[in-house]
């Protein structure tokens, strides 16, 4: 069992994870108005994204996702135009 956590341990360490780990509770410590949310503070200390992040881009992939549609939609009405225009002049 020792032998286990002790490879564990060294894993953690050799990976930079106890070091992050230090640095972001350190942080944490150091900040004179604590933090509301405690959890969001350490994951934007280790570079992720917060709540407010990942609500605002699936906002703004909704939105990216209507209007492809939207242009999608268009393109095709020019197409069948180009091609209802093709068949008056007899282009095939």
């Known amino acids: ?11 953690l360490e050799n990976n930079g994870i106890i070091d ?14 604590k933090p509301e949310n405690p959890l969001d503070f350490i994951k934007q200390f280790l570079g992720g994204p917060s709540e407010i992040d990942i609500e605002a881009l699936k906002a703004e992939n909704e939105e990216l996702r209507r209007k492809v549609e939207d242009l999608e939609s268009e393109l095709a009405q020019y197409k069948q ?7 008056l002049r007899g282009d095939d």
């Open 1 to 11: 069992m020792d032998q286990t956590k002790e490879a564990f341990r060294k894993y």
């Open 20 to 33: 992050a780990l230090t640095k972001v509770l350190v942080g944490l410590y150091e900040e004179s108005e």
């Open 81 to 87: 135009n180009e091609s209802d225009e093709n068949e």
